[in-house]
């Protein structure tokens, strides 16, 4: 336990955002998705929430402004919109740094989130159960 | 040993079964099978029937309701199918999630079953020795 | 995800308990506890309650009945003690298996608990944040 | 599968059998010894029982006949011999080497057994479910 | 870069940090100090005054109340004091723990200090130049 | 020494010729062979001809059936074969398995076999003298 | 610390420029730069300007004379180069070697840069905060 | 120290020369040759001439008579020929191994230089300090 | 293959006759000596005579003639003294260097010899069948 | 190469250099000396005179004032003494620092002087001839 930094990031969770730069992606899959054989960097963190750790890791990761959407998720068929995603954007939206999640969410199709994925510097295996609840952030940075 | 557990189940073939996710294989090579030459991942099974194995694993294994076919065979020449794929059929019946298997197998050509084999998370190395009993089992979801 | 395996267990924590054997041990430490700088093997399990853990692996780790008290706590100062010790004392007694608790818990002093805890086959570092909360539960036998 | 090879027996046991030499001991532990704990070397062979694997192994390895008994139990309490002894000796019996195995069995006590396991060049992770069925061998010559 | 977190500190020491618990102890080495020949993890940050990296250091790491002095100095001839131990004390007391600090500082001789280095769970390679200004700090606990 | 395991098969080579399954291929490169530069692995066998080698490995290694030609030369120029070509012709036809060997030998020019050699399981490195000398075996199977 | 070797440069940074020969190039990254997840080699000099490590290793470095500029930063918007520039000029024509310096700089764009860091021998993570601070340098060569 | 090895050659160099076979080639670079960067396996020989080094080598080393140019160099401007040139050819031909040098060296373009380098056996980083002193060695055969 | 070096010495024995030094020793041992389990270094040999080895190895190692006896055998029983003994003897003379055997072998039993080999620098796995066959040879020095 | 660093120290040697710190000894040891048995770091420096590695290190490695005698030569027999000695002793006065070396050299004897060598942070395995020539040296500090 560290002073001001939450309890549920772990040293592992922790060195990855430390290390990951401006652009760099990281990925919170569900608890069925394939993290291990697509991640270059797996990061247990089974039997918590995306939110939970959304909650947790936006109080320290900036979002990229130099792009139009820094947060992607996995599309969902119409009408089948999880309800994870209206609890990401208020998590995100009290968190957001120098407005970069003004434009919202961008959205892929299945196949094309798991290319994007393959290209992350992380993917937290989260024991999230709701369907589509996947969610790529990109970092920003920070200027003094 | 562990409560639940069939005894059968090594640490590691456990182990990469928890670590895939939703669409990832993995194949149970027989005897003969060239699997250290090709697979990611072995694992040793030596001296078991792959019967044994599906029995066991699909205590713990959903198959994957997102295809049309989540079990491959590698094909046989015409009245040589070999007698363990009815068993496979009857043990896969019996464990099936959701419906996942109800269009039965797919069946593959040997050198494209080699090259799906190599995409695969992991390859079981077993004792089976009847002819074309490889199989492949694609991993599904499950929603709490 | 896999049938019947409570989805807070990671790959990790799951392939520690099965590799354990008879009279192995397994700790669990709070989130104070120096996991790192002790513990052969070291689970992530951060921001998770012991309870919950219990709870999930007690449904698949026998306790030893060979022992009189094959679950071990660190004592606390008279007064001092913590309430999740009536929590673990009711998880424990809902799996037991043969008996194996009906004498109840070992309890040792705080640097004789670290150096059992440097004996044992892993540590689990968990998020639980309640003073002498640490457990060390003995593996024990399943016959068929 | 290779010519003469029994099949029950791993590429991992069959490379322990060739390294080690005269006097080098390998022990078979059942399904509950707790093997990873303990064992330099831990060689997996999950849901086989330890009399196939004897069965298997004896056919290549010749016991030692320098010492007055290379085949080594863990003593059970008058009463509890285990009924896999019997079978023990019969295929030992039946494989031995110049009379190596001419005065039985030693019989050690269960924790000299566990000091006598962490000695051994490698540990057999059966599925053997009797109790003290546990079984050290030791390796003899071989003379042109 | 994170939010709130001090850009002197790198990936490896947050990551040493956050892997230490209840009575882990890390050491700061000048310039001279011989870290890599008995350190069992040594973390450069070459250049960095220890002041500089106290100051980062403490806004995150708890001080260990349950002994009497957490905060162990190098001692010096009498007379050769350094002028950076005002400052340490000035920044400690800045950032105290619950008076963890109220003791003050312990003070141990030369070979002494190695020996205790030699048991911390990092040492921190630094650029301090003045003499005698090696410390080592005990981590404390968090209570929510 | 294991019990009807010829001496000249090093722990090595046997570990892989249990590894290997249908179709993989083992290649026995002469002393001036730049096996390292090319094998994936390579199993050294300094000092041994290969018609030695061939005599022992053949007493396990069943070729395969499956193909024309398992057994395959770096070819020669007209009049300069080699004499061992002959020798290798008699120890595989008295080896042979189901008559895999009938069709003879493939031959195939240096640069050609080189890249095939690249393509094996594993490349023995022997200290065979004899020009165009090299040799790859097909693996074939066993059913029982 | 060694005699005449500036204290700001690490072993590992060192060990770097010794390892580089002509024509290797070393990436300066700014705090906020993707270090870890483009570079062969990271080498870590938190809290650290640039200016201050440029200072240091040309006093080491000769720059390559073979092309035209050596020294290539990541080009700014027009009306946005940062001040650092000037700073850096500065820096490279006191230790210039040779006036390989004196065509100045080359400047590419963000992507090209990082396609460029991509191909550097090794990028050294520092601690500057100055947007479009980022520079590369090409390594020359020393004749006695 | 061994009879009849030269004390120039270090353990690791003499493992290449051993491991390399007909074809591979070894190169030794200058002072500031990029050794690092493009070779797969770096031998270091600091501080010493390639003069040394060749008169030390060409005494194990066969050349290969089976290409027409085994030994290689970076071509240099005309007018700049450097004069080890003259002394590599004596040395060459003084250890000439059935006349594989008759035809003189191949001269080759740096880049493409470069570009043979990083497909070199191994890359001996020396400290010869002449321009254009690299030279690549190709290895020939030898038949009893 | 190397001009001058016999042909039956692998890479890795000669980089660990290089590697040791003065004082270090080397240990053959027969087709049933516990090699693996003892060794730190083991050099497989499979199928070799110690004999041939020897007369390899005594081409290039110089024996110490700082010690009375540099050549140490496993003793054997009065009357089953082995042949070989009488024909390292010969091979020893002939290839000995300043007379550093004039003194003959040192004799020890059994057990002892096992003890001295776990200090040896390697062990050299060979085929050798004759019974207390084992040799170990101390390295000497040589002056320019 | 770099500017101001003689070229005989390889990067190898100049990170270990930097690495040691106040205390940390490096021995030289000479073409006969089994560096590889008893050091912890080797470092290779085949070929190279230890008058040569000692004139090069001395530029930039301080001695330690802290003790008397801060350079260890292994003791000869009387009347033996080796040339080498006069000249390390002229090397070291040149290169100095803060009259360090002013009681002269410590001599032990020679199974002592392994023992020390043991102890070492590094050793140089070098190419000098001369008998009693290996020596020992203890970092000292540099302020400010």
Known sequence: ?????????SPELMY??????????????DANFPADSM???????DGHKITELLDAVL???PLDSFVQKPCVLMD??????????????????END????FKHGFEKVERFDFYDRAKECYAIVATGEY???????LKKGVIFK
Do not use: T
């Open 39 to 45: 991640g270059q960097r797996v990061i247990r963190a």
């Open 76 to 93: 969902a068929p119409v009408g089948n919109e999880p309800a994870v995603w209206g609890k990401y954007d208020k998590i995100i939206r």
């Open 59 to 61: 109080q320290l990761l």
């Open 97 to 100: 740094f120098a407005g970069a």
């Open 1 to 9: 336990m560290l002073k001001n930094i939450p309890d549920i990031i």
């Open 130 to 136: 709701e369907g589509y609840s996947n969610i790529i």
């Open 16 to 29: 990855a955002l430390m290390n990951m730069g401006h652009g760099d992606e990281i990925c919170f899959g």
